[in-house]
């Protein structure tokens, strides 16, 4: 193991110096070159309360991201396979794959369209968000998600935006099935002033479970976005979830979404968000009554030291089942500038899950050292 890192620096150190001989270009796209290796403690490997397994686990990445930018449009892009080993428990061994991309087009000086995808196949989730609300017993799964929007400024003061959504979701997993997400929506926006704009939104959101039930929310909400500076704004948005599932469910509720933001200074940023909804999760066909709230602060502490802190809490209620959830994650990250292209982390983060059915809760504890670069 030892061997292994001490090859992995080498590696990275003979990448950065020779970094202007990997950057290059594919037509009118910059791309770069992708790289990380993590030492990782994990207590609870299999997000269980049962046969707890302890473990650590050598995880490196390759990738490529790139940019390609014009007039009227910008493409943007991250792609990276991730090999983990695990010291004892080598059966969990596995590669994962990721993809994002963005595509933003200008129709006219008032009109754009922005294109986004996100392909995952792996076998833990990525965020605390992923993990709230689910069966988590760590199992081999595949998520696409893919965004359009479409906006267009009627005058200064009044725009529309048009937004559709997709997911596709295929657990390798017995007791769960594949889903399908189709969410579409149309957003209003009037500036009374130039830091006051009221919102009006209508949406309807439907998931299909393969051969099953599909379960539909529509929704309507109003609200209230207030600029306090370039920097700092405040929204908030209330409304009606009317939900209902092919098989009879039913379930109506108030919406409501809030979000603060703030670039405090140049150096530290801060956000925190709340969503209360009546909606459903690809883990369950159930209808899933849930509210959560996320905060995140960004850092700069010195020169090359930056800190990044999150938390998470929700809670939800699955309708039919009667099974309740309640999640609580939080982690802080630590990164220093070893070179320009070359940053070393430590991180930590916990998660816990209680619930009225004893499978789902468990403890978990993540402690990480590692090195990413871009060449």
Known sequence: MKKLISATILVFLVLSFAKNAFAYRIGDVDVNLLASAQEIYDDNILYSNINVKKDYSTNFAVGISGTAEGKTRMLTFKSDVK???YARFTKFDNVAEDLHASLSQDLSSRSGLNFTEDFTHAEEPHSFEDQFGGTQIRYDYYINNFGANFTHEFTKQFSILGKYYNQFYSPNR???INSFLNDAAIEADYAITSKSILLATTEYLNRKFENSID???TRYAGGLRQYFSP???VEGRIGQDFAESSDKQ??????YQGTVSDDIDVKTNFSVAYLKQDNSTFYMQEIFKSQRVSVSLKRNLLKRLNIFLSGFYGTGDYTRSDIT?????GAVNFSYDILPNIQANIAYSYSKTNSNLSSWEYNKNLI???LNGEF
Request: glycine share 12%.
């Open 250 to 255: 039913k379930h109506n509720s108030m919406y």
């Open 325 to 329: 959830t309640k999640f609580i994650g």
């Open 215 to 217: 379960i539909g929310t």
């Open 83 to 85: 090999f983990q080993r």
């Open 174 to 176: 017995e007791d769960l």
């Open 231 to 233: 920097q700092f704004y």
């Open 368 to 370: 990480s050292l590692g």
